[in-house]
């Protein structure tokens, strides 16, 4: 079992910055990939950004430039640092940990962006 914990969200204005933590604990060792989704009202869940264990990184077109994924494995925590928001990228934002046991996900944080 792998429990996830994010923080870091909240209410920015239009342009502004935001850095998003996902803390990992539990049976930890086999994480293999960790991931930021969001889910906007009405909207499906999508990938926003990818990190594998060896610190390979992937990202919706959308955020691409101005998000940015890091892990911190002395910390056993996923970073998403998000800069240039916009409107559109309001949501909640959920961490998933892949692990030889399965998929594992947190609870959600949210980000508005608004003005």
């Known amino acids: 079992q792998v429990q996830l914990v994010e923080s870091g969200g909240g209410l920015v204005q239009p342009g502004g910055s935001l850095t998003l933590s996902c803390v990992a604990s539990g049976n930890i060792a086999n994480i293999r990939t960790m991931a930021w989704y969001r889910q906007a009202p009405g909207k499906q869940r999508e990938l926003v950004a990818i990190i594998t264990s060896a610190g390979n990184t992937g990202y919706t077109d959308s955020v691409k430039g101005r998000f940015t994924i890091s892990r911190d494995n002395t910390k056993d925590t996923a970073y998403l640092q998000m800069s240039g928001l916009k409107t559109e990228d309001t949501a909640v934002y959920y961490c998933?940990?892949?692990?030889?046991?399965?998929?594992?996900w947190g609870k959600g944080t949210q980000v508005t962006v608004s003005s």
């Open positions: 998933k940990a892949s692990h030889s046991s399965g998929d594992y």
